[in-house]
């Protein structure tokens, strides 16, 4: 088990790592999820030994290894850019870790795991090509097999598919799934793209300024984000956000036309209670969630329709709902035009409510 | 707003064949994605459009004018590349301007259109900063803005979210395909990513190899590919494939013992060639349902890996060797090496030719 306690780390003013504290489990798959410069290279490299925190402990399993060098924590790193030697062939790339003389491994073992590693990701016809002659997906393949082939304890990844070819992208992060349940390792890995994340990972932490705000497995986090910025991260497409007054024992959506979603006047005493003074509310809700119609059904809204998008198995439609944009799942038998006008329920059970000003969810129970 | 007709268009690089023999028309209007892998020859398509390439061979019309030997600027199209391309030490409204300016366009008309594109890119707030210091999404909101100012007939765009980051590009999509629609200016967008071609396209041109595979709706495209490569490609993830025996009436799944009988008269109709032979069954992983009870000679089949998406998930199983994916909610419960039966949606299937690829019913 790797351990992190109160990790903190800047550079200058800058604060990368802000008393984090996580854990990830033997064979797990644990992924940060975060924006681009939410600490996350920074956490990868303190767990590798690339960094020094300026405070804080990592630990595996019990042992404190805060100051231990990188070779000695026997960690397997992959990078975004893979750092393969170019000038070898794709077998002395892998053989590589297995020849450093910390671990003196004979030759003869040498070839058996090279060979077995070739053939597990499909790359033995090309163990004789120089590394510079194979395309993107190629090396990362190669890349992955140099990482396996030392049996590390944790292995770490930072960005190791974004920046690939998207079909590529998903061929590979249902390979690294495999991999990862057919040899039970454990996996650290970083990324900003949520669909990577929530297909690949055992548990999420989302990562946001330094800091983790919420772990959970993909689906605990999908329908339970604690904040606007758990929602806005995860999701494809993602949360809809609507900004809301409450008023006459109604919410309003904001903006100069009367348009109210209907809600439990006991939901509306409770929230009243959370929001304050000027009662505007952050209202959430997923695309999935919100029901279209052409017909006028009691306490749906009117709105215009702005585009269709497709996306293969389903359809969305973007929606103007008095001044702001929505988006919603469309069904079979829908089929909007631009311009056009429809009716849309945000049904209370599926709404998410969030704080204005602190953008944390309201829990009403 | 145009219409854009290639008619026959080849462009060679000495013995490299970029563009092989392109015929497309893109009506008035219109949002056209020309989508395949890299170096499939979309973005030298868009070049010569663009007038940034002289073609080998072909002519390029735009409304039943020959625009084939004019340059660039005779044209009349506005283009976003990947990368914005903007002037980095002019501000944000110099930068709009510029075109307009180049033109020599009265100021009170630059007036006029700059006041125009500011409030659809909402970039009032923006004007006076230098272009260099903004960030990637507002970079790009400007570079759009300066392609659109002066009211282009075709409006070119060369994979123009693929530089920002996943959740900013999701919605810069959801921005351009509804500006796109509101301003009606016929557009001509190249990519690689399926997703943005099938959430923004009217019509799809799937291209390989500098060829065109296959042109139509995104809806069918994807409903209706005419070969493997068009089926594997759309879709997330792709459609399934598994190699079938075809015996009277029934497809023999190879590495199990399961037989489909066909019901459906048009594919036992396309199949009787077939007779005895090897063909490949395609479906798509939201036409298999999955069910907690097994039922005699069904198909039944091991977890072996389930993979989230939110509100559904993709549950992955073996078919001889190869991986067959399943798209489900989240009502039965799943766990890898639970064994359960499936069944698949004959209304959905597709057969295609074992050797060529290409679709026998789709």
């Not at chain 2, 044209?75 to 033109?103: D, K, W």
Request: glycine content about 8%.
């Amino acid at each position: 088990m790797l351990e992190l306690k109160n990790i903190s780390k800047s550079f200058g003013d800058i604060v990368a790592v802000d008393d984090l504290s996580l854990r990830v489990e033997d064979g797990e798959f644990f992924v940060i999820l975060g924006p681009t410069g939410a600490g996350k290279t920074t956490t990868l490299r303190i767990v590798m030994g690339l960094e020094k925190p300026d405070s804080g402990a990592v630990y595996y399993d019990g042992q404190e290894i805060t100051h231990l060098s990188p070779p000695l924590r026997n960690f397997a790193f992959m990078f975004e850019s893979h750092n393969l030697y170019p000038v070898l062939d794709v077998y002395d790339n892998l053989a590589f870790p297995l020849r450093s003389p910390l671990f003196r491994v004979p030759e003869e073992e040498v070839r058996k795991r090279v060979e077995s590693i070739a053939a597990e990701l499909h790359i033995t016809h090309l163990l004789k090509r120089k590394v510079s002659h194979l395309s993107g997906g190629e090396q990362q393949r190669v890349a992955l097999g140099r990482a396996l082939i030392r049996k590390p304890r944790i292995y770490i990844l930072d960005e190791p598919i974004s920046s690939l070819d998207y079909k590529l992208r998903e061929e590979l992060q249902t390979e690294f799934k495999r991999i990862h349940e057919e040899y039970g390792i454990t996996i650290l890995s970083a990324t900003h793209d949520n669909i990577s994340a929530m297909a690949m990972a055992s548990r999420i932490g989302i990562m946001e300024r330094g800091r983790i705000i919420q772990v959970g497995t993909p689906r605990e986090i999908y329908i339970d984000p604690v904040s606007v910025s758990v929602a806005r991260i995860i999701g494809a497409p993602s949360m809809n956000f609507v900004e809301c007054n409450l008023a006459e024992e109604k919410l309003f959506v904001e903006g100069d036309r009367d348009l109210p979603i209907p809600i439990a006047s006991s939901t509306f005493r409770a929230l009243k209670g959370r929001v304050g003074e000027q009662g505007k509310v952050l209202v959430g809700i997923w695309p999935e969630s919100v029901l279209v119609s052409k017909e006028m059904n009691e306490g749906w809204l009117e709105a215009v329709v702005e585009n269709v998008e497709y996306h293969g198995a389903e359809r969305f439609v973007n929606l103007t709902l008095g001044e702001q944009s929505i988006k919603a799942l469309l069904a079979d038998e829908v089929n909007p035009q631009h311009g056009s006008e429809v009716f849309v329920n945000l049904s209370e059970e599926k709404l998410y409510f969030f704080s204005v000003d602190t953008g944390m969810r309201i829990y009403l129970k | 707003m145009s219409t854009v007709r290639l008619e026959n268009l080849k462009k060679y690089y000495g013995t490299v064949k970029a563009i092989d023999g392109v015929n497309l028309n893109v009506e008035s209007r219109s949002f056209v994605v020309l989508l395949g892998p890299s170096g499939c020859g979309k973005t030298t398509t868009l070049r010569c459009i663009a007038g940034l390439e002289v073609p080998t061979d072909g002519k390029i019309y735009f409304d039943d004018r020959d625009v084939t030997g004019l340059s660039p600027s005779e044209r009349n199209v506005g283009m976003v590349f990947q990368f914005y391309a903007l002037y980095p030490h002019m501000s944000v409204l110099e930068n709009i301007t510029f075109p307009l300016r180049a033109c020599r366009v009265p100021p009170k008309t630059i007036e006029e259109k700059v006041k125009e594109v500011v409030q659809i890119f909402q970039l009032k707030d923006l004007l006076k900063y230098k272009a260099s210091i903004l960030p990637p999404g507002d970079q790009q909101r400007v570079a759009l803005a300066r392609a659109v100012v002066r009211d282009p007939g075709v409006l070119l765009l060369d994979e123009p979210l693929s530089a920002l980051d996943e959740k900013f590009r999701e919605k810069m999509r959801s921005e351009l395909g509804k500006l796109q629609k509101r301003l009606g200016i016929t557009t001509i967008y190249v990519t690689h990513d399926q997703r943005e071609a099938m959430a923004l396209g009217d019509v799809i041109v799937v291209m390989r190899d500098g060829l065109i595979l296959q042109v139509g709706s995104p809806q069918e495209l994807y409903e209706h590919p005419n070969s493997i490569f068009v089926g594997n490609f759309l879709g997330t993830p792709g459609m399934n494939f598994v190699e079938c025996r075809y015996e009277k009436g029934s497809l023999v799944l190879k590495g199990t013992s399961y037989r489909l009988k066909l019901e459906r008269q048009d594919l036992i109709a396309h199949l009787v060639p077939y007779e005895g032979r090897e063909v490949i069954m395609g479906i798509r992983p939201e036409y298999v349902h999955v069910d907690g009870k097994l039922k005699d000679g069904g198909l039944s089949l091991e977890v072996v890996a389930i993979e989230p998406a939110g509100r559904y998930r993709l549950i992955d199983f073996l078919i001889g060797e190869k991986v067959f994916r399943v798209r489900t909610d989240w009502e039965l419960s799943l766990v890898p090496g639970r064994r359960v039966g499936l069944q698949m949606r004959e209304d959905r299937l597709c057969i295609f030719d074992k050797e060529s690829g290409r679709a026998v019913v789709s």
